[in-house]
Every structure is written in structure tokens, then in C-alpha cells.
């Protein structure tokens, strides 16, 4: 089986929108997907950003307190 994203050179959205859950990330039509499927919205909770990285030292620290 082969992956159908190469993490290597995704692109990561130019619109990023913080959520109440989490993060929003905002694909216009072409961006990563065909017209057809319109606007698409990857949204990651908090517990998984959080994984990411140490934000205490950050602007967005205290939506992980």
C-alpha cells in the first residue's frame, strides 16, 4: 500500500483560523484537492496541536492550560 499524502511537500494552508476546539486550516478550490470538492477545512483538535510542540513560552499558550 502506498500513502496517498506525501508529508514531505504538503502544502500548509496561507488561512489558518483558531476554533473553539482547535485549529482550522482553510484549502480554497485546486489547492489540494479538485474543484468539485469546493472549500476544504482540516481542523485539528487541541490535544493533537498540543503534541506538536511546547507552546507555554507562546502567544497561544493558554489555550492549553
Given at each position: 500500500?502506498?500513502?496517498y499524502?506525501?508529508?514531505?511537500?504538503?502544502?500548509?494552508?496561507?488561512v489558518i483560523?483558531?476554533?473553539?476546539?482547535?485549529?482550522?486550516?482553510?484549502?480554497?478550490?485546486?489547492?489540494?484537492?479538485?474543484?468539485?470538492?469546493?472549500?476544504?477545512?482540516?481542523?485539528?483538535?487541541l490535544?493533537?496541536?498540543?503534541?506538536?510542540?511546547?507552546?507555554?513560552?507562546?502567544?497561544?499558550?493558554?489555550?492549553?492550560?
Open positions: 500500500m502506498q500513502d499524502i506525501d508529508f514531505e511537500n504538503f502544502k500548509v494552508s496561507d483560523l483558531l476554533d473553539y476546539n482547535g485549529v482550522v486550516f482553510v484549502y480554497y478550490p485546486y489547492e489540494i484537492m479538485p474543484y468539485v470538492y469546493g472549500i476544504i477545512e482540516l481542523r485539528l483538535p490535544e493533537v496541536v498540543e503534541k506538536f510542540g511546547d507552546f507555554s513560552d507562546s502567544v497561544l499558550g493558554y489555550l492549553f492550560k
